[in-house]
């Protein structure tokens, strides 16, 4: 009996992974065909190139001036940026299909709601992550190419920007992870408000109202801790100089990113599992 029902137990499997496995082609294709998401995703390499461009070209440092200056965090500028076009990116698979009602077809193909979700924060973080490894490389070789010209030399104690160099490989990874992270957590939030525009205008808020509220809080006590625990923490991976000076460190914030990324998804995976679609 033992031998007629072991080879059973892997076939009970096969239809769960099957459906997963259609749910992501499935969703990959609808991505894939989506002109906006293919503007978007150039959209994203260009703006995240082109501010760091411009940073870069901005900053100087005069003979015979100390210039304390992060080249890496420099060059990385415009992540900071790009992420405004993956929040907008990462919210329309979720947010379309409810304001069409194409959701419901989805739920009927896919039955399992949390698993929607995951299908779709999977398919948009994969395409972030590959633009943005592609920017963040594109930002590193423009530092490597304009900041010698430009007082950044290394006569002048700055090494050209290497992936070589361990500090700078890891900026420019977490830097991609941060995007990836970013693309999470707008998924989770989209699933929670349904709506395009306030979803995009909800995490926009998260993302750059933080900072402006950081820079009037006179408090250090209180102004340390929102730079510890709100998704700005994250861009702390990009320092490469003054660690200590943080106040948070550079893995730990990328750390304190990917909670709020989970709470966000974990909420949303719940919100369409018990509210109608």
């Not at 950081?214 to 100089?241: D, K």
């Amino acid at each position: 009996m033992s031998t007629a029902l072991s080879p059973s137990r892997p076939a009970a499997q096969r239809p769960g992974l099957t459906a997963i496995r259609d749910a992501l082609r499935a969703e990959w294709v609808k991505q894939r065909t989506a002109s906006s998401a293919a503007w978007l995703l150039a959209g994203l390499i260009a703006a995240t190139v082109a501010i760091s461009a411009a940073a870069i070209a901005a900053n100087r440092c005069p003979a015979g001036l100390t210039c304390p200056v992060d080249t890496t965090k420099l060059s990385l500028t415009g992540v900071e940026f790009g992420e405004a076009v993956v929040a907008i990116l990462a919210v329309l698979p979720i947010c379309n299909e409810y304001s069409t009602g194409m959701i419901r077809v989805t739920l009927a193909a896919m039955p399992r709601r949390a698993v929607v979700v995951a299908v779709k924060a999977a398919i948009v973080s994969g395409m972030v992550l590959a633009a943005g490894t592609v920017a963040v490389l594109a930002c590193v070789l423009a530092g490597r190419l304009i900041l010698p010209g430009h007082g950044f030399s290394p006569a002048r104690g700055f090494p050209p920007l290497s992936l070589a160099d361990g500090p700078t490989l890891r900026a420019a990874a977490g830097s991609v992870l941060y995007l990836g992270l970013i693309a999470l957590l707008s998924v989770g939030v989209a699933a929670i408000v349904r709506d395009s525009a306030v979803t995009i205008g909800a995490v926009l808020g998260l993302l750059y109202l933080f900072p402006v509220i950081a820079t009037f809080v006179g408090n250090m006590t209180w102004h340390n801790r929102l730079e510890r625990y709100t998704p700005l923490a994250g861009l702390n991976i990009q320092a490469t100089t003054g660690l200590r000076s943080l106040p948070i460190s550079p893995w730990a914030g990328l750390g304190v990113l990917a909670v709020w990324a989970m709470i966000a998804l974990v909420g949303g995976a719940l919100s369409v599992r018990l509210r109608d679609a």
